[in-house]
């Protein structure tokens, strides 16, 4: 069963709620965030309740800093699949606006988290209750859960205010429980985070991005029309625009893409700005090995495997075709590996 994706924590129905939820914005969700969805797996287990994550959309750090340069390590999309085989039911993906910033850490605990529960909401009702409020009450916001599992570095509210002991102590009044994850350490000396995934594709160190992730690093987007150029040599690209994604080391990458009908197809791919043929923004480039179809307009995720090189100038197409034929022998043999 697909995992439910909700919107927001306004009018939820009865059975929206309830849930025991990992809260934070799990960008990348990493074997880090993984610790912390398992702590509300074993409350949810515990209470024979449903698995939820609670992150936001956009990320908090775009609405406080609009100006930053990109830094998003996936989609809302991408969080959702990543969050599937971890047997998490629900994804409440909350709006991060201006109402959002300005709560205080107890009103998030209380107005989001909490919310009075259904039947707290209909013990209310009355025989002089209006109809119209008697439909109303039982439809109140928040989440209602049942238990919370955070990060030890944890923080909510306006101003960062709130701590994990502090929403304990919230929970305790609101009637839900609150367990935190310890720092987890690698036995590899990694540090499992999203800045230090962050690091690694800065580095272009594919395969320390990957043992932090549990996963390699994947971009995800709409195939758009490019110059075309690369039919004109025999090698067709799939051109997918970054967004805001955080910008890897640009160079040349053996990659694997899922295509919209399942199928994983092994390439190569360059990322960055092609300094022969200057782009005005950063793209990713595809060479789909053993491939034709078209697939413009369709969404293609491209896992980035290994970078094989930089980016490079050639003095011409022929030099240019050579390189890219030996950097598909590079791809096929990583891949092979």
């Known amino acids: ?9 306004r ?18 969700v990493h074997r880090g965030h993984q610790a912390v969805i398992a702590a509300a797996r074993d409350a949810a287990r515990a209470l024979d309740a449903p698995l939820a994550v609670v992150s936001f959309d956009p990320h908090p750090r775009r609405w406080f800093q609009p100006d930053a340069a990109p830094f998003r390590l996936m989609t809302p999309d991408q969080m959702a699949r990543a969050l599937e085989p971890l047997g998490v039911d629900r994804l409440y993906l909350l709006p991060f606006d201006a109402d959002m910033a300005a709560m205080s850490d107890e009103d998030f605990a209380r107005e989001v988290l909490a919310g009075p529960p259904p039947q707290v909401a209909r013990s209310a009702i009355g025989q002089d209750t209006p109809q119209v409020a008697r439909s109303a009450i039982g439809q109140k916001d928040g989440l209602g859960v049942r238990h919370a599992a955070v990060g030890f570095d944890f923080t909510f509210g306006k101003g960062r205010t709130g701590s994990p002991e502090a929403l304990r102590r919230y929970g305790a009044d609101l009637g839900f429980t609150v367990s935190t994850v310890e720092r ?15 690091e690694a ?7 320390r991005a990957a043992a932090i992730l ?4 994947a971009i995800a987007g709409e195939v758009v029309h490019g110059d075309k150029r690369g039919r004109t040599i025999g090698i067709p690209t799939a051109n997918i625009p970054l967004a805001d994604y955080m910008r890897p080391a640009y160079g040349i990458y053996a990659t694997r893409s899922r295509l919209p009908d399942g199928r994983i197809i092994d390439g190569v791919a360059n990322l960055g700005i092609r300094p022969m043929f200057e782009t005005e923004q950063p793209m990713l480039e595809v060479w789909l090995f053993d491939f034709d179809g078209d697939l413009y307009g369709q969404t293609l995720e491209t896992d980035l495997i290994a970078r094989l090189r930089g980016e490079m100038k050639f003095d011409g197409l022929d030099a240019l075709k050579a390189q890219i034929n030996a950097d598909a022998v590079a791809a096929r043999a990583v891949l092979a590996g």
């Open 201 to 207: 594709l800065q580095a272009g160190d594919m395969d």
């Open 184 to 198: 987890l350490d690698d036995p590899n000396g990694l540090k499992l985070s999203s800045s230090a995934v962050r």
């Open 1 to 9: 069963m697909a995992i439910e994706v909700i919107c927001g924590w």
């Open 214 to 217: 549990g996963r390699p690093f």
């Open 11 to 28: 009018d939820l129905t009865p059975d929206q709620k309830g849930a025991a939820v990992a809260i934070g914005a799990f960008d990348g």
